[in-house]
């Protein structure tokens, strides 16, 4: 449940970060998958026959476009997206309020300004291992106190 509500986090909380930068990810996350997320339990409730119509449309979608690949577990795929986008959407975005509300932490995701870290070509090995010699020195002066 926590990559469901991670999910949310990152699609609805954190929205105005990647809304400008990735408009496609933020049209298919925030709004067709947890946006519309009351409006499927709407028309599975009052429409409960339109289930068998998707089920068969998805079959046949899936045949169609992986016909020389088919397996058996092909037929799994409707139920497993129905459960994914009917059941664990919602649970996972009762479990972000639920995450947020514990730790008091809304999650919003700060970015870094300027440039981005560039790491040299070719970079010594000496400071790594002397740092490595300093944090041995800690902990032992550490267990002496």
């Known amino acids: 449940m926590a990559w469901f509500g991670g999910g ?8 105005h970060r990647y809304a400008w930068r990735h408009p496609l990810f ?28 998707i089920i068969v449309l998805y079959w046949v979608l899936i045949f169609t476009f992986h016909w020389r690949t088919r397996r058996w577990f ?9 459960i994914q986008i009917l059941i664990l959407i919602p649970l996972g975005i009762f479990t972000y309020f639920r ?10 995701i700060r970015l870094r300004r300027g440039r981005a870290f560039v790491q040299p070509e ?17 902990a032992d002066i550490r267990v002496r106190v």
Do not use: D
Not at 31 to 51: G, K, M, S
Not at 99 to 108: D, E, R, W, Y
Not at 122 to 138: D, W
């Open 122 to 138: 070719h970079q010594s090995l000496e400071p790594i291992q002397g740092e490595v010699r300093n944090e041995r020195r800690l």
């Open 8 to 15: 949310f986090r990152h699609a609805v909380v954190n929205l």
């Open 74 to 82: 092909y037929f799994l795929f409707p139920f497993y997206a129905l």
């Open 99 to 108: 995450m947020a509300f514990s730790t008091n932490n809304i999650g919003l």
């Open 26 to 53: 933020y049209f298919y996350t925030t709004i067709l998958v947890y946006l519309l997320t009351p409006l499927r339990w709407y028309e599975v409730i009052n429409h409960p026959l339109i289930l068998p119509l």
